[in-house]
């Protein structure tokens, strides 16, 4: 066969281990942020786990590289070592979790550095042997190509061909193989490309290129055990356990004795994440986003999504039309269009997280020309949307989340702003609970540098006085006071309108400390969150940890009533 088609199939067989290496990493990253937490924390040590097998592997194969002589032929087998490895990194995802968690709550708790030091250990488990097979290749595969006046020309072809085909990778991966077969599907089709790549280096490992020499050799058997033992693995079915349940349960065992009593109502992994709608033992229902509890249908959850709706809406005389960023369980937009608004328009980015919500809303019942569900980008949305609102309703959940901290910076309120009547207000949600006093202060600093002014309340619960806060914008700073709107509240809360037994007047009432607030405005040490400098996302993360890790006087391991 001539050259310059052997270097052809060369270059193809590398762009196919391109796809393969992304379609595993994206994979993995996906499991393991479920477990470890979708923060820029976690996805910098992920990369980095990732990026140091890669590197380790290099230096493993430049070493091989000087001393073997058949180097396709050895690359051949680093390919199918790549994918017999991956199954050892897929388990090492099925299964670490419930050690991770235990580990998170006795090392990792004891110091910032211990837990970082616990996530980066955890992903270099899982990657380190997959990820050194697939830095061995590039050494591998010069040296048995490459001469020395032809070196460079052959490094730049073989370098452009697997970025392209990691290009590729990422792109079937994010859009095709994670939607429809989910994660141990897409890491099936790794390994079956992973195999191909595998095929065509050794065909080309002899002077005549042979095709059906790898059929005829040891190794077929060897790719046909690797595929089968991926297909055979059961997918995991029952809810991720990772930093979001850390709250909530004393240990791994807790979660799974939980874990085992509910039903899974609804299951389909998406493009952002896993969503799960499950039946709880005490029948109550939870909108699962990953590995975060996104919300429930019992009536003390339901006094914050009602408030998120309802607070604004008192706070204005008109109701014609609502925005909430965010659908969750819907019980936010409901509110609103229960109380009669014209028009409510609800903006989730995350596909998967409508059908789920028919567990919680009764869409039959809805007049679609009075509220719907806009699939998108609440940023790109609300650039692009022409239309202006009485009420803008801000509740995207958990701030340390990467995907959603830029929904708590001065630039998107400002962009808010623009798409409110001149009567209108913007509400914003935080949860107090995971907030330091200062944090309040840079949230109510940023809001004032939108909007003149900025109205504080509380959601107060027992034991916890402004576990909740909501702060409310007005786009005119002449709006209803704070006291004409506590009383229209106070006067639907009476009416029993809410038909909730925990909505009660003292559960919401005007923030204590909003005095203290108003003198972070003129505070220069009172910094702004920004899209260039989003400091909520990372200080929320450590409050998280520190109050996760606190002792609580009951969790699910020891009252699970």
């Known amino acids: 066969m001539k050259t310059n088609t052997k270097t052809q199939l060369l270059l193809i067989a590398y762009a196919l281990s391109g796809v393969a290496a992304l379609v595993y990493q994206l994979g993995w990253i996906r499991e393991l942020s479920t477990m470890l937490g979708a923060t820029a924390y976690a996805s910098g040590i ?8 890669l590197g380790l592997g290099a230096v493993i194969g430049t070493v091989l590289a000087r001393k073997e002589l058949r180097h396709l032929l050895l690359a051949s087998r680093v390919e199918l070592t790549i994918a017999a490895f991956s199954i ?8 670490l979790p419930s050690l991770y968690f235990d580990w998170m709550r006795t090392v ?49 072809k073989l370098y452009a061909v697997n970025t392209a085909g990691a290009i590729l990778g990422a792109l079937l991966a994010t859009f095709a193989f994670l939607p429809a077969v989910g994660v141990k599907g897409a890491l099936l089709l790794a390994a079956v490309f992973s195999v191909a790549a595998a095929w065509l280096f050794r065909a080309l490992a002899s002077k005549e290129v042979n095709l059906l020499s790898f059929f005829k050799s040891p190794d077929m058997a060897v790719a046909l055990v690797i595929v089968a033992i991926i297909a055979v693995i059961p997918p995991r079915t029952t809810s991720p356990l990772g930093l979001g349940q850390v709250f ?63 607070v604004p809406a008192m706070s204005v005389e008109a109701s014609s039309s609502a925005l909430v960023v965010g659908l969750g369980t819907g019980y936010t937009s409901q509110t609103y269009y229960d109380m009669g608004f014209d028009k409510t328009t609800t903006i989730e980015i995350n596909p998967e997280v409508l059908p789920a919500s028919y567990f919680f809303i009764d869409w039959d019942s809805i007049a679609q020309e009075r509220w719907h569900v806009e699939v998108d980008d609440a940023r790109a949305y609300i650039l692009t949307s022409p239309d202006m609102y009485v009420c803008i309703s801000s509740e995207p959940s958990w701030p340390w989340s990467s995907g959603v901290a ?3 910076t001065q630039e998107f309120m400002q962009a808010a702003r623009s798409h409110l009547e001149l009567d209108g207000v913007y509400c914003q949600w935080l949860p107090n609970y995971l907030l330091n006093f200062e944090d309040v202060e840079m949230m109510y600093k940023t809001m004032r540098q939108v909007f003149e002014r900025v109205d504080v309340w509380a959601i107060n619960f027992p034991g916890d006085d402004a576990a909740e806060l909501l702060m409310v914008g ?18 639907l809360i009476e009416v029993g309108y809410f038909d909730n037994e925990f909505i009660t007047p003292e559960r919401i009432t005007p923030y204590a400390e909003a005095t203290r607030l108003e003198q972070a405005v003129s505070d220069p040490s009172v910094p702004l969150n920004t899209d260039n400098h989003s400091r909520l996302e990372y200080r929320v993360f450590w409050n998280f940890v520190e109050r996760a890790f606190a002792p609580r006087a009951v969790t699910w391991g020891d009252n699970n009533e």
């Open 46 to 53: 992920m990369l980095g786990a990732y990026m140091t097998g």
């Open 88 to 95: 050892v990194a897929f388990l090492g995802i099925r299964y």
């Open 108 to 156: 990792g708790a004891q110091s910032p550095t211990g837990f970082l030091s616990l996530q980066f250990a955890t992903c270099f488990l899982v990657m380190i042997l997959p990820t050194c097979a697939m830095g061995m290749t590039y050494p591998l595969i010069v040296r048995a190509v490459g001469r020395d006046e032809t070196i460079g020309a052959v490094s730049a």
């Open 248 to 310: 909530y349960y004393r240990n791994a065992a807790a979660f799974e004795e939980l874990a085992g009593q509910r039903e899974i109502l609804y299951d389909q992994e998406g493009i952002y994440s896993r969503v799960q709608v499950v039946r709880n033992p005490n029948g109550t229902r939870t909108l699962i986003n990953g590995a975060l509890d996104e919300g429930t249908d019992n009536d003390f959850d339901r006094v914050t999504t009602a408030m998120i709706a309802a």
């Open 406 to 408: 830029a929904l708590f």
């Open 474 to 491: 007005y786009n005119d700073p002449n709006g209803l006071s704070q006291d004409v709107v506590k009383r229209r509240l106070d006067e």
